[in-house]
T-cell receptor
C-alpha cells in the first residue's frame, strides 16, 4: 500500500541554522512528490514538487528537496532557517492512474525556531 | 482570483446535528477534494470528485456525504455529527483530469462537535 513516513514529529532549530526534514515514501510506481507548509491557523501552501527530471528541486522561501529513488526519500532542506519558517511541514506522494488522482500525506513535522 | 474558499471558518455542533461545509474554487479546476486533519495523523482524504458529476470515497468516508454541485462547488455534509468528527476540514482542487498536478488548498473549516 502507498504510504508516506515523516519520522520526526517535532524539530527545534536555532535561527540561522540549517534544516533537514525527512520524508520516506512507499509506492511501487513512479513517485510524484510534494512538500507543503502550514502556518498556524492557515491552509496548506505548496513549497515544491518533484515530477521528473533533476532530482534536486528548488522551491519557494529558499527551500529545496532531493529525490533519492534508491532510498525512497524526498528530504526537505534549507541552509539558514528564519523565525518565519516555524510551521508544520507535510510531505505527500501523488497517486495517479485511470480516474485516480489523489495525494497521500505524511503525518507532518512541526518545526520550532529558537531565536 | 480567490482560489479555494470555504465556509464557514468555524462551527460548533451538538451531537446528532447536521451541517454542510461549503467549498468553491474559481480556477476552473476539474478535480476537488475534502480532507480532514487531526493531530498526529496528517491529512486524510474523505471524498474526492475527479470531475463534475463524479465522486469517490477516500480513506475515511464513513459519516460523510458529498455533492459536486457544479464544476466550481463541492460540499461536504455531516448528517448526524459525532464527537469523533471534531477536526479541521480542508477542501482542495486541481487542474486536469489525469496525471500529476498540484493541489491547491482552502483555508479550512474548524469544527467542534460537543
Amino acid at each position: 500500500a502507498q504510504s508516506v513516513t515523516q519520522p520526526d514529529i517535532h524539530i527545534t532549530v536555532s535561527e540561522g541554522a540549517s534544516l533537514e526534514l525527512r520524508c520516506n515514501y512507499s509506492y511501487g510506481a513512479t513517485p510524484y512528490l510534494f512538500w507543503y507548509v502550514q502556518s498556524p491557523g492557515q491552509g496548506l501552501q505548496l513549497l515544491l514538487k518533484y515530477f521528473s527530471g533533476d532530482t534536486l528541486v528548488q522551491g519557494i522561501k529558499g527551500f529545496e528537496a532531493e529525490f533519492k529513488r534508491s532510498q525512497s526519500s524526498f528530504n526537505l532542506r534549507k541552509p539558514s532557517v528564519h523565525w518565519s519558517d516555524a510551521a508544520e511541514y507535510f510531505c505527500a506522494v501523488g497517486i495517479y492512474g485511470g480516474a485516480t488522482n489523489k495525494l497521500i500525506f505524511g503525518t507532518g513535522t512541526l518545526l520550532a525556531v529558537q531565536p | 482570483n480567490a482560489g479555494v474558499t470555504q465556509t464557514p471558518k468555524f462551527q460548533v455542533l451538538k451531537t446528532g446535528q447536521s451541517m454542510t461545509l461549503q467549498c468553491a474554487q474559481d480556477m476552473n479546476h476539474n478535480s476537488m477534494y475534502w480532507y480532514r486533519q487531526d493531530p498526529g495523523m496528517g491529512l486524510r482524504l474523505i471524498y474526492y470528485s475527479a470531475s463534475e458529476g463524479t465522486t469517490d470515497k477516500g480513506e475515511v468516508p464513513n459519516g460523510y456525504n458529498v455533492s459536486r454541485l457544479n464544476k466550481r462547488e463541492f460540499s461536504l455534509r455531516l448528517e448526524s455529527a459525532a464527537p469523533s468528527q471534531t477536526s479541521v476540514y480542508f477542501c482542495a482542487s486541481r487542474d486536469g483530469l489525469a496525471g500529476p498536478r498540484t493541489q491547491y488548498f482552502g483555508p479550512g473549516t474548524r469544527l467542534l462537535v460537543l
